[in-house]
């Protein structure tokens, strides 16, 4: 639940003035039907930082706000300082090793994508990128899931996931996606400089992204249920990936 005051700014005037902090937000969530002057204020200046306004019931403000006066209005807090997709590219190179990247496609809970940067720093993955919009950013929730991981690899927040796929094939990245129907983790050459793409936990990755993939990437399934949890299976495809990238050292 993130409702912790570290991660929050709540009511018209505590959002108001973080928003002329400066500070990085993640995003800003209005109660359905809330108007007046500082409302209007708020949401204009969102629109200019490209911060995303997602309008929710009132219930909904309640549980965020754990029983403060949310006045209609509250702003999730960044606990990162998200990356550009050069950074990536730099540690990768800093390390002299092949571009490794997870892209997270509208992962929406906070202890799922934490635990999936873990699993990408644990397996020495070079960055994660996300989608502004339709999923959780890095808020607190995510940042203590991950254990730590989010200040040790660079997390990137785009606002098209499409397009940054196609921007990561132009330098050299092959694109896989996490699906069920795909090839064997395990029979798949992941030892290129790749990112691999992780679904939601609904619908898996969109259609879109998976057309823009070069391969589909699949998970033995030996059970009665057809697929793992999202971080699950990422820990066991990028664990897969890191031992076929460090086989030879």
């Not at 939601?200 to 990755?205: C, H, P």
């Amino acid at each position: 639940m993130e409702n912790e005051q570290t991660e929050t700014a709540i009511g018209r005037n505590g959002v108001r003035e973080l928003l002329r902090s400066g500070k990085d937000i993640d995003k800003i969530f209005v109660a359905k039907g809330a108007a007046g002057a500082v409302i209007s204020e708020i949401k204009a200046e969102a629109r200019k930082r490209s911060i995303v306004v997602t309008e929710v019931s009132s219930s909904r403000l309640d549980e965020l706000a754990g029983g403060s006066n949310h006045q209609g209005i509250i702003a999730l807090v960044s606990q990162v300082d998200y990356a550009d997709i050069d950074d990536i590219f730099s540690l990768a190179e800093e390390r002299n090793e092949k571009p490794f990247i997870v892209i997270c496609d509208e992962i929406s809970d906070p202890h799922n994508l934490g635990a999936v940067i873990r699993c990408a720093e644990g397996a020495g993955c070079h960055g994660v990128i996300i989608p502004k919009r339709r999923a959780v950013g890095v808020s607190g929730v995510v940042a203590k899931a991950s254990a730590g991981a989010v200040a040790h690899l660079p997390i990137v927040k785009v606002v098209n996931l499409a397009r940054c796929v196609d921007s990561l094939k132009k330098r050299g990245i092959w694109v896989f996606s996490a699906e069920a129907g795909g090839k064997s983790c395990y029979d798949s050459d992941l030892d290129l400089p790749c990112a691999v793409i992780m679904g939601s936990e609904g619908r898996g990755v969109s259609k879109l992204l998976r057309d823009k993939s070069d391969f589909t990437v699949s998970i033995p399934m030996y059970g009665k249920v057809n697929s793992f949890n999202v971080s699950t299976a990422a820990a066991v495809i990028l664990c897969e990936a890191a031992k076929q990238r460090h086989a030879k050292q």
